[in-house]
């Protein structure tokens, strides 16, 4: 029960950022793919420092996604980090959702809980206009961030 909980929040998560991931820019013209990784990365590295000692030291592989700018075809890459049993899963979430709202993000909380066991699981959601959404879960089990860049011009199939 615990582990479908889990995995129902997660989805949850995912989906709230796959239609985040559409937005673009307002300036894809002048934004290239790599710049559109690094700023991806970069939010990523940040929300990882603080909590250095949860997370994993290596960055991981972007996913190419396919999303759309105007009416052409464009690319997304999705970053995702997994730790398992964070100590603090609240002041985890708590740091991020504090770093993204000084940031500008406008930020979907949510706290709930398993059972009586396995405690609460705390999420947060983050979007902003020109910037990479991002999100985060975390219970006393497994904790999970997700970046998206944003969409820019150009074919997932070459980064695949």
């Known amino acids: 029960m615990v582990t479908f909980r ?31 990784q690094a ?63 000084q940031q500008g993000y406008r930020l979907t909380k949510t706290r709930t809980n398993i059972d009586a066991d396995h405690g609460d699981i705390f999420a947060v959601v983050a979007k902003a206009t020109g910037k990479p959404s991002a999100s985060m879960s975390a219970t006393t089990i497994r904790a999970n961030v997700y970046v998206n860049s944003v969409c820019v011009k150009g074919d997932p199939d070459e980064y695949r």
């Not at 949850?12 to 820019?25: K, V």
């Not at 030291?57 to 700018?69: E, G, S």
């Not at 997304?76 to 959702?97: I, K, N, R, W």
């Open 6 to 36: 889990m995995s129902a929040l997660v989805g949850i998560l995912i989906l709230a950022l796959s239609t985040a991931g559409c937005s673009t820019t307002g300036n894809e013209k002048s934004m290239t793919v790599k710049q559109v």
């Open 39 to 101: 700023q991806a990365v970069a939010e990523l590295q940040a929300v990882v420092a603080l909590a250095p000692e949860t997370w994993g030291q290596d960055l991981p592989r972007p996913v190419p996604n396919d999303c759309t700018v105007g009416a052409e075809r464009g690319v997304q890459f999705t970053y995702f980090m997994e730790a398992d049993s964070p100590s603090d899963p609240e002041g985890l979430v708590h740091a991020a959702s504090d770093r993204w709202e």
